[in-house]
C-alpha cells in the first residue's frame, strides 16, 4: 500500500480558478509533512512544513492544511507562474525516518 | 555552502563502467540523503546518513550501488558495472537533523549510461 497519495495527478486551471490539490497518508506517528513545488528540469523547492493536525501554513497564493490522514494544498486565484508539479513526501517511524514522497500534482494555469 | 551541491550535473557513461556522483550538502547540515526521480515520479529513496553514519540503505537497489560519506559532510554515491536501467536523475538532500526537519534539494545529477 502506497503511504503518501496525491490527487489528482494532474490539474489545468484558468488564471484565477482557485482549486486544491490532495496529500493524503497512512504513516502512523507523523514527524512532519511536507509541500515541495518542483519545475521542470529542477530540484524540488521547499514550499512548507506542517506538523500536527489543524496546522495550516500561507505563502502568497498558497495554503497547506493538514488533518490526521491528509493535507490539502489550495491555490487561491493562481498565476501562470504557479505552473509546476507539486510534491508531498511525510516523514514518520513507519517510514523508517526517512522522507516519502508521493508522485506529484502536475498543475497548468492556462492565462 | 549555500546550497545543496551535486557534481557532475550530467554524466555520460558506457554500460559496465563504475560512475561516482557527490553531494556537497548545506554546510552544518546533519543528515544527508540521496534519492532517485524518475521522469514524472517523485523522488525516491535510496539511503542516508547521520554524519558520517549511514542510517539506512534500504532504498539502494541493489549491490552495485553504495554511498559514503567519511568525514561527515561531502558523499559520494558509487555504481558499479552501471546497466542501462540505472540512467536515472540522482539527487541529493540535506536537513538539519533527521527529526522531522526540511530538506533541501541540489539540483540532481542526470545519469545516462549507453
Known amino acids: 500500500e502506497d503511504q503518501v497519495t496525491q490527487s489528482p495527478e494532474a490539474l489545468r486551471l484558468q488564471e484565477g480558478e482557485s482549486s486544491s490539490l490532495n496529500c493524503s497518508y497512512t504513516?502512523?506517528?507523523?514527524?512532519?509533512l511536507f509541500w515541495y513545488r518542483q519545475d521542470p528540469g529542477k530540484g524540488p523547492e521547499f514550499l512548507f512544513t506542517l506538523y500536527s493536525a489543524g496546522e495550516e501554513k500561507e505563502k502568497e497564493r498558497l495554503k497547506a492544511t493538514l488533518t490526521k490522514k491528509e493535507s490539502f494544498l489550495h491555490i487561491t486565484a493562481p498565476k501562470p507562474e504557479d505552473s509546476a508539479t507539486y510534491l508531498c513526501a511525510v516523514q514518520a517511524p513507519d517510514t523508517g525516518n526517512q522522507f516519502y514522497f508521493g508522485t506529484g500534482t502536475s498543475l497548468t494555469v492556462i492565462p | 555552502g549555500a546550497g545543496v551541491s551535486q557534481s557532475p550535473r550530467y554524466k555520460v557513461t558506457k554500460r559496465g563502467q563504475d560512475v561516482a556522483l557527490r553531494c556537497d550538502p548545506i554546510s552544518g547540515h546533519v543528515s544527508l540523503y540521496w534519492y532517485r526521480q524518475a521522469l514524472g515520479q517523485g523522488p525516491e529513496f535510496l539511503t542516508y546518513?547521520?554524519?558520517?553514519?549511514?542510517?539506512?540503505k534500504s532504498g539502494l537497489p541493489n549491490d552495485r550501488f553504495s554511498a559514503e560519506r567519511p568525514e561527515g559532510s561531502i558523499s559520494t554515491l558509487t555504481i558499479q558495472r552501471t546497466e542501462q536501467r540505472d540512467s536515472a536523475m540522482y539527487r541529493c538532500?540535506?536537513?538539519?537533523?533527521?527529526?522531522?526537519?526540511?530538506?533541501?534539494f541540489g539540483e540532481g545529477s542526470w545519469l545516462t549510461v549507453v
Open positions: 504513516v502512523s506517528g507523523l514527524r512532519g
Open positions: 538532500a540535506s536537513s538539519l537533523d533527521g527529526s522531522g526537519n526540511t530538506i533541501y
Open positions: 546518513f547521520n554524519y558520517e553514519a549511514q542510517q539506512d
